[in-house]
């Protein structure tokens, strides 16, 4: 059964950084091109940053050159690095496969605010 494990969200103020991580079970990981995605409030679910298995990733233009996606392989986990955070980053981040299966994790709240 394939399960997302986020962690690492909270409270931090603009301009300020967060490192996600997101394990993996399931026996997919090495096989799959996964995906960042997050929720804001009243809006619907986005890909943020998404990799390909041949270590290439795209991201939307709001958090280019702020975000960078990356994978531990042994560890089956996904990294979400966000630095220069703002206001409009506020949202409940998930990860998953690229495109996503049916199936979510709980997520990880990012609130950014001073």
């Known amino acids: 059964q394939v399960q997302f494990v986020e962690s690492g969200g909270g409270l931090v103020q603009p301009g300020g950084s967060l490192r996600l991580s997101c394990t993996v079970s399931?026996?997919?990981?090495?096989?799959?091109?996964m995906g960042w995605y997050r929720q804001a409030p009243g809006k619907q679910r986005e890909l943020v940053a998404a990799?390909?298995?041949?270590?290439?990733?795209n991201y939307i233009d709001s958090v280019k050159d702020r975000f960078t996606f990356s994978r531990d392989g042994a560890k089956n986990t996904a990294f979400l690095q966000m630095n220069t955070l703002q206001p409009e980053d506020t949202a409940v981040y998930y990860c998953?496969?690229?495109?996503?299966?049916?199936?979510w994790g709980q997520g990880t709240q990012v609130t950014v605010s001073s």
């Open positions: 998953n496969t690229h495109p996503p299966r049916s199936t």
């Open positions: 399931g026996n997919i990981f090495r096989f799959s091109a």
């Open positions: 990799d390909t298995r041949h270590g290439i990733t």
